[in-house]
């Protein structure tokens, strides 16, 4: 049976879109899933880049920096030093001081024809706040940071991923009061900043603004990020320290 022409066109149609259809799904969904990859990435470094980070939450200010130091002996040096540039001060409390309270006159008699003079009541004392101590300022000397927290924190930097939402100004995202701040500076003298600001509504995420600086002209975008990142700078300042090597008594 001989195919008529139209029935023809019609094949030969199908098989192309087919094709077409083919290499869209098949062939270009890897080139798709990395741009799409590439678009949501938060910074293009690598940690090997990296010369120092500022960590500022509401309770500190740490600086790490790479110790660049040729070792000594037979020791390793730490590869990040630390340095603590600021912590948080608690607000003193006013304690009102007990006045020692005057004696009170003794009420003179009335003798006749004499009218009873009121006896002067005696001043209240007013509170007054006791004076406490400033705290004691923040320890500006390098000490050896925790390398496993300072290389997590900065593997969240550099493979951290970020969906960009649409910006509602009727939602606190806890941008403007954030509850850590994030400055990194590369060996080429460029740095990055990333703001963490409050989680979202199912504890998921974290939003976030990436160089902020950079879109001076414009609204900042806002991300939603891993809530990783809430892990990696919310530790105390002990957990940053390099813990101590437990010393090996010597054998007799």
């Given at each position: 049976?001989?195919?008529?022409?139209?029935?023809?066109?019609?094949?030969?149609?199908?098989?192309?879109?087919?094709g077409?259809?083919?290499v869209?799904e098949?062939?270009?969904?890897?080139q798709?899933?990395?741009?799409?990859?590439?678009?949501?990435?938060?910074?293009?470094?690598?940690?090997?880049?990296?010369?120092?980070?500022?960590?500022?939450?509401?309770?500190?200010?740490?600086?790490?920096?790479?110790?660049?130091?040729?070792?000594?002996?037979?020791?390793?040096?730490?590869?990040?030093?630390?340095?603590?540039l600021?912590m948080?001060k608690?607000?003193?409390?006013?304690?009102?001081?007990?006045?020692?309270?005057?004696?009170?006159?003794?009420?003179?008699?009335?003798?006749?024809?004499?009218?009873?003079?009121?006896?002067?009541?005696?001043?209240?004392?007013?509170?007054?706040?006791?004076?406490?101590?400033p705290p004691?300022?923040?320890?500006?000397?390098?000490?050896?940071?925790n390398?496993?927290?300072?290389?997590?924190?900065?593997?969240?930097?550099?493979k951290?991923?970020?969906?960009?939402?649409?910006?509602?100004?009727?939602?606190?995202?806890?941008?403007?009061?954030?509850?850590?701040?994030?400055?990194?500076?590369?060996?080429?003298?460029?740095?990055?900043?990333?703001?963490?600001?409050?989680p979202?509504?199912?504890?998921?995420?974290?939003?976030?603004?990436?160089?902020?600086?950079?879109?001076?002209?414009?609204?900042?975008?806002?991300?939603?990020?891993?809530?990783?990142?809430?892990?990696?700078?919310?530790?105390?300042?002990s957990?940053?320290?390099?813990p101590?090597?437990?010393?090996?008594?010597?054998?007799?």
């Amino acid at each position: 049976m001989k195919l008529q022409k139209s029935t023809w066109i019609l094949i030969l149609a199908a098989i192309l879109f087919g094709g077409i259809v083919y290499v869209y799904e098949i062939e270009g969904r890897p080139q798709r899933e990395a741009a799409k990859a590439e678009a949501n990435q938060l910074f293009f470094f690598e940690e090997k880049d990296v010369q120092s980070v500022t960590l500022k939450t509401k309770d500190q200010t740490l600086l790490f920096e790479r110790n660049n130091q040729p070792p000594s002996g037979n020791s390793t040096p730490p590869k990040w030093l630390m340095t603590v540039l600021e912590m948080a001060k608690s607000a003193p409390t006013a304690t009102p001081v007990a006045s020692p309270i005057p004696p009170i006159p003794p009420t003179p008699t009335a003798t006749p024809n004499q009218t009873p003079v009121a006896s002067p009541t005696p001043p209240t004392p007013t509170p007054q706040a006791t004076p406490i101590a400033p705290p004691p300022q923040a320890n500006l000397t390098r000490v050896a940071a925790n390398e496993a927290y300072v290389v997590f924190l900065l593997d969240q930097l550099v493979k951290g991923k970020g969906d960009r939402i649409t910006a509602d100004p009727r939602v606190d995202y806890g941008l403007t009061q954030p509850q850590a701040t994030i400055d990194v500076k590369l060996n080429n003298g460029k740095t990055h900043q990333l703001i963490l600001g409050k989680p979202n509504f199912n504890q998921t995420s974290v939003y976030a603004i990436a160089d902020s600086s950079t879109q001076a002209n414009q609204s900042p975008e806002v991300l939603v990020v891993s809530n990783n990142f809430e892990n990696a700078v919310n530790r105390p300042l002990s957990e940053w320290k390099q813990p101590e090597q437990p010393q090996n008594p010597q054998k007799k």
